[in-house]
């Protein structure tokens, strides 16, 4: 999957621990990706963080168009 096409990043439990992030992509896709407890937390910041960076953009640019 692209960076381009997900849309929505949650915080998840896996095997009832909270290890787990689950992506979710524009063409209906989801990922469910399990990873140590401080790992998943930093990824998951990290996700964040760029999918809000590329929101910011898409809104500038639309912006501008206008």
Known sequence: MAFDDMREVHKRRYLLQPIAVEVFSSDGRNFLLAFPRK???KVYDRYRLMLLTADDIEMCVC???T
């Open 39 to 41: 790992t998943r937390n």
């Open 63 to 65: 912006v501008s168009c």
